[in-house]
Structures are given as C-alpha cells and as structure tokens.
C-alpha cells in the first residue's frame, strides 16, 4: 500500500498539477493539506474518474484537509478532539481497508507565527491535543500513522541554514519539544527510518530564489505506530515535483506499507 501526503497549497492553484502526479505516482493513498475549498466546490469528480474515494474537510480560502483513496474507506472523521470551538480545518481520519486495514490520520499542523504570540499559543495548545489523540489510538494496539504537513522543523540537519529559523514557529524549542514529547510515545518517523543526513527537504519558500539555492526544510512527516512500522517497506520525498510548472511550495512524501 502506497500512503502519500502532499501540502498542494490550494486546489484551484494545482487543478492539473495534482491529477498529473497522482496519474504518476499511482499513489493508494493520498493525504492533502490546504486544500482551500469548501467540501462542496472540491473538484472531486477529477479524482473519482480516477478511481479515488474522496473524503474533504474543507474551509474556505484557508486550511482544509482531504484523503484520495482507490481502497475502500471506513470510519471517517474530522476535527482534531479536544477543542469543539476550534473551526480550522486541519484533521481528517479514516481506516483504509487494504490487506492489512490502517487507520490514517492527515493533518495539518498549525503554523504558529508571529511568536510568541496568539498563533504561537494556539499551536502548543494543538500540538497539545494531537498528544492525547496519538495516545487514545496507540491504546487499540492496531496499525495507524499521522501523516502531513507538521509545520515543525525536528532537528538542524532539517534545514539547509538552520540558524534563520532559530526564532521562527517551526523550530523553536518549545516546538521541538513538543514533537520529541509526541515522538516518545513509541511512534517510527518513517523517512529517518530510511534516510539519515542532512540535504533531504520537503518544501522550499517561493521567494529569494530558494529552490534554485537548494533553501529547503523538511516539515512534512509520517509517524507509524508501532504496528504500522512493522509494515514499513521504505519512505522517500518526491523532490522533482517541485521544479515543474506551477509548482506547491511543498513536494510529496509517501511510505510503502505491506499492507
């Protein structure tokens, strides 16, 4: 089972860039983030012809989060618990019905700058109920991951010039802190499971030439439960995507599963 996430930064910007990749990649499983639509003006015909269950929670102009799946899909929910006054759209579940079922989780972790400040708070508070969602899944003891944008920058050799994002929401030590704090529940990273060094990036700012420079950051990730780290055959970034016409920002991560 092939499980990808990709931060496609608005639906009406990648109309044909997305269905070419998919047609591509052939991906099983594909986890969107910043959708930027209303559940009902997504273009969901385009990826239905395709074969793909569609599976939004949308929000206009901002945010929203989406699943493609050519397996069946069960048990769908949006909305990150924890918080029933919070109106982002940035979390999607369902259980993908393979050889060996797998719940996924795509998310798409809030940004949190200027910092400190409001938005800085709210993406502690978020990361916050993220935890207490992770821990409630890890106790069913059955293949899951979380997968997306995570707006976190985990260590140094994540950036090609680490000391201008010391003071930035992606890698300030409280989000780090956070993320190790995540991480220690007995979740697998899948890419550093299969990659290690420095030179490995999943988005590249649209300005100051930062894709000629190489100026990139990996933010987008997938954590495996330990049944679903069992199942991990490999993990790699999709790094060409970039360099096409009317490129995201972000590039493709995706995991294969024997699942």
């Known amino acids: 089972m092939k499980i990808a996430t ?17 047609d591509e990649a052939q991906p099983d499983v594909a986890l969107l983030q910043e959708i930027k639509s209303v559940d009902e003006a997504f273009p969901r015909e385009i990826f239905e012809e395709r074969g793909y269950q569609v599976e939004t929670h949308g929000q206009k102009s901002f ?39 797998v719940r996924v989780c795509g998310l798409y972790l809030p940004n949190g700058n200027p910092c400190p400040g409001p938005k800085y708070d709210y993406k502690l ?9 992770a821990q409630e899944l890890l106790a069913m003891e059955e293949p899951f991951l979380m997968a997306g944008d995570y707006n976190i920058i985990p260590q140094d050799e994540d950036a090609r010039r680490p000391e201008a994002w010391q003071e930035d929401a992606l890698a300030r ?14 979740f697998t990273e899948a890419f550093r499971a299969r990659v290690h060094g420095a030179g490995h990036y999943s988005f590249w700012d649209y300005q100051a030439g930062a894709w000629n420079r190489d100026d990139g950051i990996r933010i987008d990730h997938f954590l495996l439960s330990p049944q679903c780290a069992d199942l991990l055959r490999d993990c790699q970034i999709d790094k060409e995507i970039r360099g ?3 490129p995201s920002d972000h590039v493709p991560v995706w995991v294969e599963l024997a699942a």
């Open 244 to 246: 096409r016409e009317k």
């Open 173 to 186: 030590p409280e989000s780090r802190a956070a993320f190790r704090r995540l991480m220690n529940l007995g």
């Open 6 to 22: 990709f931060n496609i930064n608005g639906i009406k910007a990648r109309i044909n860039a997305l269905p070419d990749w998919l």
């Open 63 to 101: 945010n929203g989060v989406a699943i493609l799946s050519k397996l069946p899909l069960e048990d769908i929910t949006r909305g990150l618990p924890g918080d029933d006054s919070d109106e982002q759209a940035r979390w999607i579940e369902a259980t993908v019905m393979g050889d060996v079922p």
């Open 125 to 133: 508070a978020w990361m916050e109920r993220l935890h207490a969602r």
